[in-house]
């Protein structure tokens, strides 16, 4: 366990960091296999459909890690205050209430899988096998709860290390189950989805494992689970505010799913390349905000406001370094890097897969921006001014789909994310600064 309230602050950032950065990497390697191994051996057609359903499974792992990551906060904020009841009562309060919305997301996502393919204009050459994987998938969402849920309550309490272990353990096994159920078993996409779902089972046994010999603080009684009215209010305001802000944005990108699934197979090919890439790309960005969280509710707890502030430029200014190397990789790599996924002999595929990177990756300074900040107001207890950006952001996707896609094509896809990213940058910019002044002020 670390105390991020004491110490060196970009030192402590760093190290703390580094391992989420290698775990999301890893994470990020082992659905990428997935995809190389569709797009390679199972052809186009299986690509599309695993790539047609992309929103609806981000949606799905994004309000569970939004939840936990939520949830934590006060963990975090308990802990940077020594108050270990607290921090008890908190996990007990986690296992609750995330334990009943992941049961409602699977039963909702599985009774209403049909529904969501259809609202998403899936093609029908490719509807069967997009059911197939987003079905397994979603019926795997408890054993992507129990993992996040161990994971953040470590990084809550300052060790951001164990869970980096384990998820490599986990991602070179996934790796050996996707080859075991696809080439050897002939599964096809449902091989990817079920590999992926046994690894994550494996890493959540092993972290729970771990918890119960290393944190025996965290032993749990039945007084534990019972909370006062104002320890629940402030536990979901927490957690579902995460979750509200990681999901609206996911809705929105749901709805941009289904006009680029109007646009035919080749075009979400080319999507879903660009987007795994994408995902890589902004790895650092999501180790930066991850941290900020933590970083900036533990020393809430404990009145450091000095070390919120400085936490905050460092936080940027590693993105901003990073922001640049991304560009020089899309603008002197993006074919290389595209050819990697998507089939190299589709030149329509790849290149409009590469000018999608070329449009979005200058736009990375905008978006460390707002992560970063968006992350600091969660941390600091807002989560009105994260939501409200959040909605914007689903509602600049609606008008995407709506009045840019039929005039500008695929092109108003590329260029819908860049814009609200500024947007949005500037406003919570704005109410960082502001919201910074007003709690100096008030401790």
Same mark, same amino acid.
């Given at each position: =366990?670390?105390?991020?309230t004491?110490?060196s602050? /970009?030192?402590?950032?760093?190290v703390?960091?580094?391992?989420?950065?290698?775990?999301?990497?890893?994470?990020?390697?082992?659905?990428?296999?997935?995809?190389?191994?569709v797009?390679?051996?199972?052809?186009e057609?299986?690509?599309s459909?695993v790539?047609?359903?992309?929103?609806?499974?981000?949606l799905m792992?994004?309000i569970?890690n939004?939840l936990?990551?939520?949830? &934590?906060?006060p963990?975090?904020?308990?802990?940077?205050?020594?108050?270990m009841?607290? #921090?008890?009562r908190?996990?007990?309060?986690?296992?609750?209430?995330?334990a009943?919305i992941? /049961?409602?997301?699977?039963?909702?996502c599985i009774?209403?899988? *049909?529904?969501?393919?259809?609202?998403?204009?899936?093609?029908?050459?490719?509807?069967?096998?997009?059911?197939?994987?987003?079905?397994? #998938?979603?019926?795997g969402l408890a054993?992507?709860?129990?993992?996040?849920l161990?994971?953040?309550?470590?990084?809550a309490l300052? *060790?951001s290390?164990?869970p980096?272990?384990?998820?490599?353990i986990?991602?070179?096994?996934?790796?050996g189950?996707?080859?075991?159920?696809?080439?050897?078993?002939?599964?096809?996409?449902?091989?990817?989805?079920?590999?992926?779902?046994?690894a994550?089972?494996?890493s959540a046994?092993?972290?729970?494992?771990? =918890?119960?010999?290393?944190c025996?603080?965290?032993?749990?009684?039945?007084?534990?689970?019972?909370?006062?009215g104002?320890?629940?209010?402030?536990?979901?305001?927490?957690?579902?505010? =995460?979750?509200?802000?990681?999901?609206?944005? *996911? /809705?929105?990108?749901?709805?941009?799913?289904?006009?680029?699934?109007?646009?035919?197979?080749?075009?979400?090919s &080319?999507?879903t &390349?660009a987007r795994?890439?994408?995902?890589?790309?902004?790895m650092?960005?999501?180790?930066?905000s991850a941290?900020?969280?933590?970083f900036?509710?533990?020393?809430l707890g404990?009145?450091?406001? *000095?070390?919120?502030?400085?936490?905050?430029?460092?936080?940027?200014?590693?993105?901003?370094?990073?922001?640049?190397i991304?560009?020089?990789?899309?603008?002197?790599?993006?074919?290389?890097?595209?050819?990697?996924?998507?089939?190299?002999d589709n030149?329509?595929?790849?290149?409009?897969?590469v000018?999608?990177?070329?449009i979005?990756?200058?736009?990375?300074?905008?978006?460390?921006?707002?992560?970063?900040?968006?992350?600091?107001?969660?941390?600091?207890?807002?989560?009105?001014?994260?939501?409200?950006?959040?909605?914007?952001?689903?509602?600049?996707?609606? #008008?995407?789909?709506?009045?840019?896609?039929?005039?500008?094509?695929?092109?108003?896809?590329?260029?819908?994310?860049?814009?609200?990213?500024?947007?949005?940058?500037?406003?919570?910019?704005?109410?960082?600064?502001?919201?910074?002044?007003?709690l100096?002020?008030?401790?």
């Amino acid at each position: =366990m670390r105390d991020l309230t004491k110490g060196s602050i /970009i030192k402590l950032m760093l190290v703390f960091s580094l391992p989420i950065l290698l775990g999301n990497l890893f994470q990020q390697a082992y659905n990428l296999v997935d995809v190389i191994i569709v797009g390679k051996h199972l052809g186009e057609r299986s690509l599309s459909a695993v790539g047609s359903t992309t929103a609806v499974v981000s949606l799905m792992f994004n309000i569970i890690n939004g939840l936990c990551t939520g949830f &934590a906060i006060p963990v975090a904020r308990h802990f940077g205050s020594n108050d270990m009841n607290k #921090v008890r009562r908190s996990v007990a309060g986690m296992i609750t209430y995330s334990a009943l919305i992941a /049961i409602l997301l699977m039963a909702l996502c599985i009774i209403f899988v *049909d529904p969501l393919l259809t609202a998403l204009n899936t093609p029908i050459e490719i509807f069967d096998e997009a059911k197939r994987y987003l079905t397994i #998938v979603a019926a795997g969402l408890a054993v992507t709860l129990l993992y996040n849920l161990e994971a953040n309550i470590l990084r809550a309490l300052g *060790d951001s290390v164990i869970p980096l272990i384990i998820l490599v353990i986990s991602s070179l096994l996934n790796v050996g189950l996707d080859f075991l159920f696809i080439f050897g078993f002939g599964m096809g996409v449902e091989g990817a989805a079920f590999a992926t779902v046994l690894a994550q089972f494996i890493s959540a046994v092993v972290c729970l494992i771990y =918890m119960i010999k290393k944190c025996p603080f965290l032993k749990l009684t039945k007084g534990d689970f019972i909370l006062s009215g104002n320890e629940i209010k402030n536990l979901l305001s927490s957690g579902l505010g =995460m979750a509200l802000m990681y999901s609206i944005v *996911d /809705i929105g990108s749901i709805v941009l799913q289904n006009g680029i699934n109007g646009l035919g197979t080749e075009i979400i090919s &080319a999507h879903t &390349a660009a987007r795994k890439i994408f995902s890589f790309t902004i790895m650092p960005f999501s180790a930066i905000s991850a941290t900020l969280v933590t970083f900036v509710s533990q020393n809430l707890g404990a009145g450091r406001i *000095d070390r919120i502030k400085k936490s905050i430029k460092y936080g940027l200014l590693v993105g901003y370094i990073w922001s640049t190397i991304a560009v020089l990789a899309a603008y002197l790599f993006g074919e290389q890097l595209v050819m990697l996924i998507a089939p190299a002999d589709n030149r329509v595929i790849i290149d409009t897969a590469v000018n999608y990177l070329k449009i979005n990756i200058p736009f990375y300074y905008a978006l460390t921006t707002l992560l970063s900040l968006r992350c600091t107001l969660q941390g600091l207890g807002n989560s009105v001014v994260p939501i409200g950006a959040s909605l914007v952001e689903m509602v600049w996707k609606i #008008v995407t789909v709506v009045a840019v896609i039929p005039i500008c094509g695929y092109l108003g896809v590329c260029i819908s994310e860049p814009i609200i990213w500024v947007a949005s940058g500037i406003l919570v910019s704005i109410i960082a600064v502001t919201t910074i002044k007003r709690l100096k002020k008030s401790i």
